[in-house]
């Protein structure tokens, strides 16, 4: 194959190896702007959980790429999202991250033209009267919304080119005996990453890096120690049962992912015998987020960019609602998955300080990274750029010129002089995602060459 086929039959791996995405479509703003139109403009995010907005009226206000958006619980049962944009003169229509509309009313605080939740325009005070204005013209602009078990999700694209379902696809499958529409949030991180979006997402998936980056993890997961996610990753590989797929499960005697690799609460109930023996189930939604399910603990990450080389995660630990976790609870679900968290905030924030060498035109991906040879071939489709079809690396003539970038980027180092290292600064936050504002128009967070 031209860029790369399996080993042999069953086997995923790469019999050769093949090029990463151009250096700078990781940092070039231009490319990023490429891609928030062609793929977070495009594709459903997920922006939080309905039993973070209980009652009506209940918002949140997220923040993707230059887009502000309103999500509002407009009934018991339903939920609304609109650009955070009023239809008078344009003004943004909330100043906080999260807050109530009271009396089911969306008030701008320019001209007080007030909306209802389902963004009608209800009252324009003060207005002189003219024939020609009629407000049904002026409704808010709606944003898609949709939720799947308990997760609510957001479409910016006029007509999305998917139904929610038909996005997530199968890949829900591999959680099905969770209950998580049920289960509730015990505890979250919002954790600002200076990485592109694409390093956190390659990171993710590939293991060539735990050896030596997750040595706690290995323990837990010793085919990770082999650094494939997969045992039928492994050369000679063979089901042990019907219907082994060969995927990475605990090992060691370990039973969840925990430091002691041991269970610290009980099992949630409905998961099959081989669920729990394997102690970990992922289902990955690339770009907004993925879930793991755990037999005691479910974790979801969500992923939105916050500029080139930024992102931020929003992370959350899900209990049976039933449960009342004290703190050693939750320190024992957490501590593992803070710490590779950390482990690999770490290292994609130096993978992308890396990329803007000057000589570093692109990088190269060995046989056990062919989950990034997928995931970087979906990226250059999705944001317009074909390199599957011709079988060769994008040429550099195409990109923006190194030398302006690098120009930009002296332009932008921090006037502070402050050492910028590993920004990984987890804090918790309730009840919902708190993104900056604006954040795109901010320039990025630019590492110095020190290390920590
Ligand atoms: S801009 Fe909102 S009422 Fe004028
Ligand atoms: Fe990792």
Redesign the pocket.
Known sequence: MADGGPIEPGVKTLDRVRPTLPASWYYDPAHYARELEAIWYRDWLCVGRAEALPRTGDFTVVSVGTQSVVVTRSAEDAFEAFHNT??????R?CRTDAGRFRNGRVI??????TYALDGSLVA?PGRFETDDFDAANYTLYKVHVDTWRGFVFVNLAETPASTLPEFLGSETDALRNWPLESMRSVHQEIIPLACNWKIFWENYNECYHCPRVHPELCKVMPVYREGVFDAADLPGWQPAYDGDKGFGTVGNGAETWTLSGKKALPVIDGLTAREIEDGIAFASFTAAMFVVGHPDYVRSVCVLPTGPESIELTVDWFLPAEFEPDEDDVKSITELPMLVMQQDGEVCELNQRGVHCLQHEQGVLMPQEYRCGDSTNTFAQGSGWTRRNSGAPIVASRLQPRHDLFRARNLRQSPSGLKLGVTFAAKRISPIAQVAENSFNMPPAIPGTDME
């Open positions: 009023c239809r008078h003169r344009g003004a229509l701008c605080p320019y001209h007080t033209w324009t």
